[in-house]
């Protein structure tokens, strides 16, 4: 056997681990499972809804399925990622003026507030808007469905009509 020398040494497992500092935030909104009847019996499969912001402007929504929740997450990450917008905010802190949208059954009242107010929504509107960095608005859910990700898309296209 060959002496051992620095050009011919073995390296083993020297490479550092990789540490994602992601500049998202995230959060499951919805976790289901969703059942496809087959000859032989019931497939289920799992569909969950994430929200992803950086609380600077930037806010995301993604669905996806998989065998399992772990790989469903990564997956709904990965299409919320994909799914960004960029909200503009007044004094960084709410948005410029009254907005509404509707999404499918869900209808969402998104106004302004002065600062102190807080953001005083709830459900899943509550967390887009959190993770879009909104500090002061008064939100209200209109439609009268209580499906979240039908809610959050609405609020998302109330994002979207906000002018600068």
């Known amino acids: 056997m060959p002496p051992i020398t620095s050009s011919n040494t073995y390296r083993r497992n020297t490479r550092q681990p990789q540490v994602s500092h992601d500049e998202f935030k995230e959060r499951v909104l919805d976790n289901r ?3 496809r009847v087959v000859a032989g019996g019931k497939r289920f499969r799992f569909r969950v809804t994430i929200v992803i912001g950086d609380e600077k402007g930037r806010v995301g929504i993604g669905v996806a399925k998989g065998l399992d929740v772990q790989q469903a997450v990564a997956k709904a990450k990965a299409d919320a990622k994909k799914n960004v917008i960029t909200v503009s905010l007044k004094d960084g802190r709410t948005i410029a003026h ?14 302004p507030a002065s600062k102190g107010h807080g953001l005083r929504a709830g459900g899943a509107v ?9 500090k002061d608005a008064t939100a209200k859910v209109l439609g009268r469905t209580p499906n979240k990700l039908t809610n959050a898309k609405a609020t998302i296209e109330a994002l979207k009509k906000l002018k600068a």
Not at 98 to 111: P, R, W
Not at 126 to 134: D, E, S
């Open 126 to 134: 509550r967390f887009v808007l959190a993770f879009a960095g909104i």
């Open 98 to 111: 009254q907005v509404d949208a509707k999404y499918s059954a869900a209808q969402v009242l998104i106004k």
């Open 33 to 35: 499972r969703v059942t």
